[in-house]
């Protein structure tokens, strides 16, 4: 991988990230939240969809790719039990 592709990859992973915040209706994670959910979400896409066959080899799929797997991570966080304040 050379660096430009390790930049772009960065740069889709912190857009994907980004814009699943915006479709669950939040206002994105900031910077490093957005990229870490973006770039983890690129590789659980990559992964669920490789399961049932479809690879992304253009810019535009890998970034829909990664908002899917990062809107299915953000999804599997919500499953897990908070431990927040109680009233």
Request: glycine share 16%; charged share 10%.
């Amino acid at each position: 991988m050379t660096f430009e592709q390790f930049c772009l990859f960065l740069l889709v992973g912190a857009v994907a990230g980004w814009l699943a915040g915006l479709i669950l209706g939040r206002r994105g994670f900031g910077l490093a939240g957005n990229l870490i959910i973006g770039v983890a979400g690129s590789f659980l896409g990559r992964y669920a969809l490789g399961l049932v066959g479809f690879y992304a080899t253009t810019t535009l799929a890998r970034l829909i790719t990664a908002i899917l797997g990062a809107l299915l991570l953000l999804w599997l966080f919500s499953l897990l039990p908070h431990r927040g304040k109680r009233n």
